[in-house]
């Protein structure tokens, strides 16, 4: 590196001791509440929803009775 490089890099103090943000504080804190966007929610809902449907097939294949043979028809000739 050279040192003109070196010497526009902040510190680590510098870097500390300026401000968190420099926009809009009300925003930013509004989003970090904010954890999960529509479409994240929107994902884990149709996973929640998959996950139930082979959780229902799953309990009708392993507890149904067995279905009854499909009588076979015997061909007319």
């Known amino acids: ?4 490089t ?3 890099e902040p510190t680590a103090e510098e ?3 300026g401000p968190a943000v420099t926009g809009d504080l ?3 804190l509004s989003r970090a509440a904010r954890p999960f966007s529509r479409t994240t929610r929107v994902l884990a809902g149709l996973v929640v929803l998959a996950a139930v449907f082979a959780a229902g097939a799953w309990t009708h294949a392993a507890f149904a009775p067995a279905s009854a043979p499909v009588p076979v028809r015997q061909a007319v000739r």
């Open 15 to 17: 870097i500390v001791a």
């Open 6 to 8: 070196e010497a526009t």
């Open 1 to 4: 590196m050279s040192s003109s």
């Open 26 to 28: 009300h925003g930013e």
